[in-house]
């Protein structure tokens, strides 16, 4: 049995559902295995479409978790090829064909997309060979962001990409999602990154990664601070807040050393007034006139 937690953020009043979109954190982890905290991933969908952004490990586990059996999500974004934000991919084709999934899933990506699709169905030919002999299955179709088509359709949700800044990684991209005069801005992994701050001005939503750790483990620890050089560190992130100042911001692929998310969120409120809250694993927002915030747990009866 599945039962559902529903914790009110903000109260709503009654608003049309074609209206309202809604994002589930799938993973909010990096590359460490955690299983509170499982690789990058994040279901944006509303009555006709679903989108996932980033597929890291696990993502097929909670799109399980929720009673999802991958047969709707016919597109997938990825923001850069470090391996947690695509470890999932063959996992997700894969048994989505098990699951007898009909459609091909669109892959968007950076440049080499196409190639690291291919590599993926050539790796599993054998397993595709003996499950399916001649019968059909479906494909990954994946076009780097520059060959994607974008046709403007208000009743879509659409998504675009532009380059963040994560240090030595070449193609790595944030995305703008937007639906009927909403925005979500994901910024991918970045260091502090001008675009991310010019996409981000305004947003409902910005969904933010970020990088925190004690005065001492940064000071005695080479290789963390060159992690610390590609991602967001707690001063930029304060400078992005004040720059942008979303509705509502999300930190997520939180890499955290000898500090916790709390004293994070203390640090931020003392220099920032807006809503600044921790992406967790299975939380679901609800956009539309007002953001709604919930968590999906489930919960299997004993
Ligand atoms: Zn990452
Ligand atoms: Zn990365």
Redo the contacts with the bound molecule.
């Keep these: 049995m599945t039962k559902y937690i529903f914790i009110i953020f903000l109260l709503s009043s009654v608003t049309n559902a074609s209206d309202v979109f809604n994002m589930t954190f799938l993973g909010t982890g ?2 460490r295995p955690n299983i509170e905290k499982l690789g ?1 991933s994040l279901l944006i969908k509303n009555q006709d479409q679903q989108i996932l952004i980033d597929i ?1 490990r696990g993502t097929s586990l909670r799109l399980s978790q929720i009673g999802n059996d991958y047969s709707n999500i016919n597109e997938i974004y990825i923001s ?1 090829f ?1 391996f ?2 695509v470890i999932g991919l063959a996992d997700f084709w894969l048994t989505s064909n098990l699951w007898q999934k009909k459609s091909d899933t669109f892959v968007y990506g950076p440049i080499g997309v196409n190639a690291f699709c291919k590599n993926i169905m050539d790796t599993y030919k054998m397993d595709l060979k003996y499950r399916y002999k001649d019968r059909k299955y479906s494909k990954l179709n994946c076009f780097s962001f520059k060959n994607k088509k974008s046709v403007l359709n208000e009743e879509k949700i659409s998504i675009q990409s532009f380059a963040n800044d994560h240090g030595h990684i070449d193609n790595s991209y944030g995305f703008k999602i937007k639906y009927k005069g909403k925005n979500i801005v994901y910024s991918g ?1 970045t260091t502090l990154s001008e675009n991310v701050i010019k996409n981000a001005k305004g947003a409902d939503i910005l969904i933010h ?1 970020i990088f925190a750790s004690s005065k001492k483990i940064f000071k005695s620890n080479k290789k963390l601070r060159e992690v610390a050089s590609t991602h967001t560190t707690l001063d930029q992130m304060i400078s992005v807040l004040k720059q942008t100042n979303p509705k509502l911001t999300i930190l997520t ?1 939180a890499l955290l050393f000898g500090i916790n998310e709390n004293d994070v969120l203390k640090v931020i409120e003392e220099n920032y007034n807006g809503d600044v809250i921790f992406a967790k694993d299975l939380m679901s927002v609800d956009i539309g006139k007002e953001i709604n915030i919930f968590n999906l747990e489930v919960l299997d009866e004993k």
Excluded: C, K, S, W
Aim: aromatic share 0%; no cysteine.
């Design positions: 990096t590359p990058p890291g850069h470090h947690d934000h992994d990664e692929h």
